[in-house]
């Protein structure tokens, strides 16, 4: 479905050139959810913005369904690490607002945003306001309105960096169930490896800047993946794995 082909990124700075990305090859196939891992700095929200359109590669190209993308995408749906949300809108007003721009009958779009509330366990707080929530609460409104068109490509950029551990894992497990039930494609960017394994079909690696793919590992555990997954050996050895690459490039020390 998306193909990112000898991808490279440079970005004009004051002082000259920063070199974000440097060949970078690999594919996403339709109903895959990928994740890319990889230390802060090293170019991985870059593919989200080249792989929906809103930024051009300077060399190489990103392909969705055989198309090189030249503008930007329609049919996608992007979940930033803040959720973005306005603040003078409620919830039930914030996710229907994509309706509103792309022209879409809001009759429908209502009532396609109401089932995700029900989804994500929001009954009752259709008519509150983003500062009337938790954080957890207002990224799932951030992942309501980013699915509540029907995407067949969804964009997530670190989209619970700042929420707690308990919520955290909570929001894996309900975006696991999401997506078994909708199979729409998924690149979920991260630099936290147990939440790479636990969500993945294939985990891409990269390595710091400029970012480069040090290795692509297919993720070949049952699911739903539930806790007692990450007891299990088979999870264990993908995070020594995981694990290994990052002390191999020095990301990670013993001592």
Not at 1 to 22: R, S
Not at 104 to 124: F, N, P
Not at 170 to 175: A, E, G, P
Request: some cysteine; aromatic content about 8%.
């Amino acid at each position: 479905m998306l193909k990112f082909e000898h991808v490279g990124m440079k970005y004009k700075t004051l002082t000259g050139y920063t070199e974000a990305l440097i060949d970078v090859n690999f594919d996403v196939d339709d109903g895959e959810f990928v994740t890319i891992l990889g230390p802060s700095g090293c170019g991985k929200s870059t593919f989200l913005f080249i792989g929906t359109g809103l930024t051009k590669c300077t060399s190489g190209r990103a392909v969705l369904d055989g198309k090189e993308i030249t503008k930007p995408v329609k049919e996608v749906g992007f979940v930033f690490q803040d959720h973005l949300l306005l603040e003078w809108r409620t919830v039930l007003d914030n996710i229907i607002i994509q309706g509103e721009f792309r022209n879409q009958d809001l009759k429908i779009t209502r009532e396609k945003a109401m089932e995700l509330i029900r989804q994500v366990g929001l009954e009752g707080f259709e008519k509150k306001y983003p500062w009337e929530l938790s954080g957890g609460m207002q990224q799932r409104v951030s992942i309501c309105r980013a699915l509540v068109h029907e995407p067949k490509l969804l964009m997530m950029d670190e989209p619970y960096g700042a929420l707690d551990a308990l919520t955290r894992e909570q929001m894996r497990v309900d975006l696991e169930k999401m997506w078994l039930d909708k199979k729409n494609t998924i690149l979920f960017v991260t630099h936290d490896i147990d939440e790479a394994i636990l969500l993945a079909d294939k985990i891409v690696v990269l390595t710091p800047r400029p970012g480069q793919v040090k290795e692509i590992i297919k993720i070949d555990l049952p699911r739903p993946r539930n806790m007692k997954v990450k007891e299990s050996p088979a999870f264990l050895a993908y995070r020594k794995r995981v694990t290994e690459i990052f002390m191999e490039m020095g990301i990670l020390h013993e001592d």
